[in-house]
């Protein structure tokens, strides 16, 4: 293996490993400080790699596809909730660009070992697993595990390994190539790269998972400087987000019923207020949370451990599920039984599904089995009725082996309405292919254009507005405050400069979280400047954002996306039933004003000039040349 020289720039190994599975081959090449002063790492890195590296007919199960896991420069240090990671691909669900971000600990395990970003890319001939102790690196029979869960491979190789071994791994559901699936990382209290079928692509490549063991330091560049940035923020860390420690991601799943922010019966009904008591997180915590866990470097502790005694599914103790798997499989299926959600949530993390895009396609057949369009003869005999627990669970298990309409229902609700037919398509709730998760765009119009312009699909982190809207104020965004949630006044510029925003945290990276405890925008600049030894200012900053989503957008763009993609289903275009809000965005307004923004041109291209400006004249497309 070839090792390049070290970068001037702290919080970086400068090391890029590639395991190529088709020869067996490992090789290491440098990452350069022109790469990260203009990519900085994370999603960023991987966008560049993936670009450069894919063409528009890659296919996204085939070997040719790369499957990029890259950490950032404050990764492996003790900056707040700092030990994350980002997966970057082409999506086997959608067919167009994708990336996810965990938590967890294997990020920083992973860089601690040397590396700033890992590129896999062919297909092994028989089931593998890659082993990463520091700088040995071997690629290693995996047919033992090949059927195991994610639990038990975690487990068994924590035994093999040595249990200070950190763990990313795919479930049954990722062997069979389901396109919701994904992939888990740390077991039975883990985090997962959940959305847009990653953990397909892991599968595809007879991947089954990577482990590893590190004992490196990651060399910042301000070591007292840092320490004055901990000790200045650490008491807004951990004030800040005081209620998600106490009541999880969930605590206020009643206040988005409240506001219509809810999805609940498929995206159709307008209220639940009874339902959404049962689910939310003080209710969780009063019932069955017995303790609570973290990622790398984190003060908050949103992680809940939990103990369903009685009922049906009876379990042990366990992560227990988020917000967004209470609202999709629960609201949005309009269970409102805990327990079941918690079963459903240990069966997802265990074979490795997105809950979020499992509890959408369920929603989505239900309402069709509802509406007549499907029977029992078409379901394996599962009464697919609104509120049927035992439902959700049984056609769970038969997603994750392909099973019957289990099959159907894996590739996504896009694919499956065209499956059923009739009038499926008028509620199938997607975007660019990709199920949302559970924030309701009626409720606030910028989770709206920020859905329609995400660019993996429907997707609330990519922008992250839901909460700075008629909320929170981040002073040092640059752009103006939304105390109106249903006007389109500078929405536009407000989601452009959120995306850029959280471009730059998943480049870093670090959780989103941060914004509670202050970690703000010129915070959040004194943090990177401080591990890496740069002195970008605000303007920089942005910069850099802007350029990493806009060589995203170029991507989707060579894949043939444009504005007639940035649109929402029409159910999420019309008024619920029974209550909610009485509003719909204004989509088309908005968007015009996003281009605008954006440098775009009324197609949602970017122009010739925006790209120059961003320092991304190398990858126009040929006719913009």
Not at 269 to 279: F, V
Request: with cysteine; proline share 4%.
């Amino acid at each position: 293996m070839r090792e390049g020289p070290n970068l001037k720039a702290k919080g970086y190994m400068g090391k890029i490993l590639r395991v190529d599975l088709n020869e067996r081959k490992i090789r290491v090449e440098s990452l350069t400080d022109k790469v990260a002063e203009k990519f900085v790492g994370g999603c960023g890195l991987g966008t560049k790699i993936l670009y450069e590296e894919t063409t528009a007919a890659t296919d996204p199960l085939g070997p040719e596809n790369l499957l990029i896991l890259a950490t950032g420069p404050v990764t492996g240090t003790k900056m707040f909730n700092s030990d994350r990671f980002d997966a970057v691909s082409k999506s086997p669900l959608t067919g167009i660009y994708t990336e996810s971000s965990a938590g967890g600990y294997w990020g920083g395990k992973f860089k601690r070992c040397g590396y700033d970003a890992m590129v896999v890319m062919g297909k092994a001939a028989s089931p593998v697993y890659i082993s990463i102790d520091n700088d040995d690196v071997e690629i290693k029979d995996a047919s033992y595990l090949w059927g195991k869960d994610t639990f038990e491979t975690n487990d068994i190789l924590k035994k093999e390994l040595g249990q200070s071994v950190k763990v990313i791994a795919i479930g049954q559901a990722g062997e069979n190539l389901v396109k919701v699936s994904n992939i888990v990382t740390d077991g039975y209290h883990g985090r997962v790269l959940g959305r847009c079928g990653i953990g397909a692509v892991m599968g595809s490549k007879n991947l089954k998972a990577i482990a590893v063991n590190s004992s490196k330091n990651v060399e910042v560049a301000d070591e007292e400087e840092l320490k004055k940035l901990l000790k200045k923020h650490g008491p807004g860390m951990r004030e800040g987000p005081k209620v998600i420690r106490e009541g999880g991601t969930s605590v206020g799943l009643d206040f988005c019923e409240e506001i219509g922010n809810l999805p609940i019966k498929n995206w159709y009904q307008g209220t639940w207020p009874e339902g959404a008591k049962k689910l939310t997180g003080m209710t969780m915590a009063k019932e069955i949370l017995v303790d609570r866990y973290h990622c790398g470097q984190c003060v908050i502790n949103c992680g809940r451990v939990v103990h369903a005694v009685g009922g049906p599914y009876n379990g042990k103790r366990i992560a227990g599920p988020e917000y967004e798997t209470l609202a999709m499989m629960g609201a949005n299926c309009l269970i409102d039984d805990l327990r079941t959600i918690v079963k459903a949530n240990e069966l997802c993390n265990r074979h490795g599904l997105d809950t979020i895009s499992t509890g959408g396609v369920i929603g989505f057949a239900m309402e069709a089995y509802d509406r007549g369009l499907i029977t029992k003869s078409d379901t394996d005999g599962i009464e697919l009725t609104w509120g049927n627990g035992s439902a959700l669970i049984e056609m769970i298990e038969h997603i994750v082996v392909r099973k019957g309409f289990g099959r159907v229902l894996g590739e996504g609700v896009r694919k499956a309405a065209e499956e059923i037919g009739g009038s499926a398509e008028e509620f199938a709730v997607e975007v660019k292919g990709l199920e949302p998760p559970g924030h309701d765009p009626r409720a606030r119009f910028t989770q709206g254009l920020g859905f329609a312009t995400s660019s993996r699909g429907a997707c609330h982190l990519a922008s992250f507005t839901m909460d700075f809207e008629e909320g929170s104020i981040i002073e040092d965004l640059g752009s103006p405050g939304l105390p109106n949630r249903f006007n389109t006044e500078g929405k536009g510029e407000n989601v452009s400069r959120m995306q850029n925003l959280m471009c730059m945290f998943d480049s870093l990276v670090c959780c989103k979280f941060n914004l509670f405890g202050g970690i703000t925008v010129n915070p959040l600049i004194h943090f990177l400047n401080s591990v890496t030894g740069w002195h970008i200012d605000h303007s920089e900053f942005f910069k850099i954002g802007d350029r990493i989503f806009n060589l995203k957008r170029l991507y989707n763009v060579r894949l043939g996306i444009s504005r007639k993609d940035d649109t929402l289903p029409p159910r999420l275009l019309t008024h619920r039933r029974g209550g909610g809000t009485n509003e719909l965005p204004l989509l088309n307004i908005m968007l015009s004003d996003y281009y605008l923004y954006r440098g775009w041109d009324e197609f949602g291209i970017p122009t010739r000039d925006r790209l120059r400006e961003l320092g991304l004249e190398h990858y126009l497309p040929l006719e913009m040349k």
